[in-house]
């Protein structure tokens, strides 16, 4: 290959899988059943990002943050159980996967959404691919954009991090991907706006997953 990049770390929502609409049903649910307004489903894209606990915190009104534990627990088993029921891969993911599976560049997959939701979309909508890992939010590891993540991903396959490109939809990606030593690529079909990439640091902002192999030819 003509360029030094040996594998890719994907971020999952927003990035690999649009799972906007099952969050926002699931989280307005919840909020709903403790008396709460909904927010409309464009609102969630600045509400994730940073974990979910982070999420519950951002959509409840001062008044119903003694509440957010309560919440967070009410959440989090719906999010296991029905977190990928409306959700799908953004067009062009499989045919990126696809190529990048062929010419056996390594997959992993970095998220902050919880550990056992990571598993279960992984499973459901990702199966087709080997990814070598695929980390969400659990005890003993620092989120995004804590570089921990990204590094033991590095450590596992036995590549340097600046051979790796980190793909992601959000600053917390791009921070991350630069914290950890990586080549920070945005993506604008997710969550987030390519002016949030480019200030925080995108080194390329890809317009369709197709774009990224030209770093290859």
Do not use: F, G, N, Y
């Given at each position: 290959m003509p360029t030094p990049f040996k594998s890719v770390i994907f971020d999952l929502d927003g990035t690999?899988?649009?799972?906007?609409?099952?969050?926002?049903i699931l989280m307005n649910k919840v909020l709903n059943d403790f008396g709460f307004s909904s927010h409309p489903a464009e609102s969630y894209k600045t509400f994730v990002g940073n974990g979910t606990d982070i999420?519950?915190?951002?959509?409840l009104p001062k008044e119903g943050q003694h509440?957010?534990?309560?919440i967070l627990q009410t959440y989090l088993p719906l999010l296991a159980k029905h977190g990928s029921d409306f959700s799908s891969l953004y067009p062009g993911i499989?045919?990126?996967?696809?190529?990048l599976s062929e010419r056996k560049?390594?997959?992993?997959?970095l998220s902050n959404k919880p550990q056992s939701s990571v598993n279960q979309v992984a499973q459901k909508m990702l199966g087709k691919w080997k990814f070598s890992m695929a980390l969400g939010d659990r005890p003993g590891l620092a989120r995004k954009p804590?570089?921990?993540g990204a590094l033991s991903i590095a450590n596992l396959q036995n590549i340097p991090p600046s051979a790796f490109v980190f793909l992601g939809d959000s600053n917390v990606d791009m921070l991350t991907s630069q914290n950890a030593g990586m080549f920070s690529v945005g993506v604008s079909w997710g969550f987030r706006t390519r002016e949030e990439l480019l200030k925080s640091g995108a080194a390329l902002v890809l317009e369709k997953p197709m774009d990224l192999i030209k770093i290859w030819e």
């Open positions: 690999l899988v649009d799972s906007l609409q099952d969050i926002s999420l519950v915190e951002r959509v509440l957010k534990e309560r499989p045919d990126l996967l696809d190529w560049i390594p997959l992993a997959i804590k570089p921990d």
